[in-house]
């Protein structure tokens, strides 16, 4: 049961449900003045659209499974998308 447990996580895909727009986005920020936010937004519009950060975002939560992901987790990697 353990090795298969462990096989299962290791290979297990996370994937958002429904879609999201940059326009989405723009509303979900627009009372968020931070740099970050900021620089998401401009993130999003060089990659024109929001398909590379959802692969990205959802690729790197996966390493987090095992211990939870939260939205602290989740801001963090958007940050490290942002800044990639």
Do not use: W
């Not at 429904?18 to 970050?36: A, N, P, W, Y």
């Not at 398909?51 to 801001?75: F, Q, S, W, Y």
């Amino acid at each position: 049961m353990k090795e298969l447990a462990r096989f299962l996580l290791q290979n297990c895909q996370l994937d958002f449900s429904g879609e999201v727009t940059i326009e989405q986005i723009r509303q979900f920020l627009r009372d968020d003045d931070s740099r970050e936010a900021r620089a998401l937004l401009s993130k999003l519009i060089e990659d024109k659209g929001v398909d590379d950060m959802l692969v990205v975002v959802a690729d790197c939560l996966k390493e987090h499974i095992p211990n939870g992901i939260n939205e602290d987790t989740i801001r963090q990697q958007l940050s490290f998308y942002t800044e990639s």
